[in-house]
Structure formats: C-alpha cells, structure tokens
C-alpha cells in the first residue's frame, strides 16, 4: 500500500511527514517568541485566532541553528499532540511510497533523533528521513499552547 508523504529540507538534509497530517504550508512569518521555552519551540504565531506554536527543526534536529528568512517555510501540521508549526529551510515535494521503499532506522543513529524517525525512505540513490509528529514535540507543551482561554497574548501576524 503507497501512503504520500510531503518531503523538505533541513540543513541539506531531506526529511519527510504523512501528507494527512499537514494542514497547511505558509511563508515565515515572525514569531512571537516566549520565555523559558526548550525543544526548539521558536514561539506562537496567531492563525486565524489560534495560537500556534512554532518548533524549529534544524534546533530540534540538532542541526546547525540560523535565523529564519523569507525563504523559510512553515509547514502546519496536527498530530496527536495537538496542531503546530515546523519551520523548515524549504519544502521539496510529494512523494509516494511503497512499505518497500521504507527502511529501518539503524541502531547506530542518535538516541535523540533515533526516537523522532519511523524509517528511511530509498528512492534510487536519494534517502528521506521519515518523522514521527507525535513523537518529535512534547505532547504537553503543545497542548498548553493550544488550550481554550490560553493567558498568551499573540499579536494578530496573519488573519488570512
């Protein structure tokens, strides 16, 4: 059975998400950043009155960290751990993969990243990463971020 996953890129690296969990995919818009926050969470952004947090991926990812640019991209997904924003270097593609196109993640990976990757998508000689959504945020900060009558105030950055 072929499921389609949306690939991008971090830091030369590509990665790849199930396309059913994305909801939408935006240009980098400023944050609002909030204090004391780990896990690569950037800040929230106001979409459309819900706040939104917003995970950084190259700082999840461990990956060299840089300042977000125009040519950045948010990619808004839901998950089990509630709706929030990667911000990525750039989004590639839709892919279709086949269960035979998928790998197991070797031993050998990080710990840290080992637990963030469901498997290795080959394509030829080109390799995607494959993320699991639920597993690479903490599922309590997101929720706290989306909570009904959340006390964060946001500045409205993009009502469309």
């Given at each position: 059975m072929?499921?389609e996953?949306l ?9 790849g ?6 909801r ?8 609002t950043?909030?204090?004391?926050t ?10 459309r ?9 190259r700082?999840r990812?461990h990956?060299?960290?840089?300042p977000?640019?125009?040519?950045h991209?948010v ?10 924003g ?5 989004v ?6 086949d269960?035979?196109?998928?790998q197991?993640?070797p ?13 290795l ?26 909570a009904p ?6 500045p409205?950055?993009?009502?469309a």
């Amino acid at each position: 059975m072929q499921r389609e996953y949306l690939t991008f890129a971090i830091a030369a690296q590509d990665y790849g998400v199930d396309i059913l969990s994305v909801r939408e995919i935006r240009g980098w818009t400023k944050e609002t950043p909030l204090p004391n926050t780990a896990g690569g969470v950037r800040g929230v952004i106001n979409l459309r009155g819900q706040v939104i947090p917003i995970f950084d991926l190259r700082i999840r990812l461990h990956a060299e960290a840089t300042p977000p640019t125009a040519n950045h991209v948010v990619i808004i997904v839901e998950a089990r751990a509630g709706i929030y924003g990667l911000l990525v270097d750039a989004v590639s593609d839709i892919v279709s993969l086949d269960e035979t196109d998928l790998q197991p993640v070797p031993d050998t990976v990080a710990d840290a990243e080992h637990g963030f990757l469901t498997a290795l998508a080959t394509r030829g000689e080109h390799m995607v990463s494959l993320l699991d959504l639920d597993r690479l945020v903490e599922g309590r900060t997101v929720a706290a971020l989306n909570a009904p009558g959340s006390d964060i105030e946001t500045p409205l950055l993009d009502a469309a």
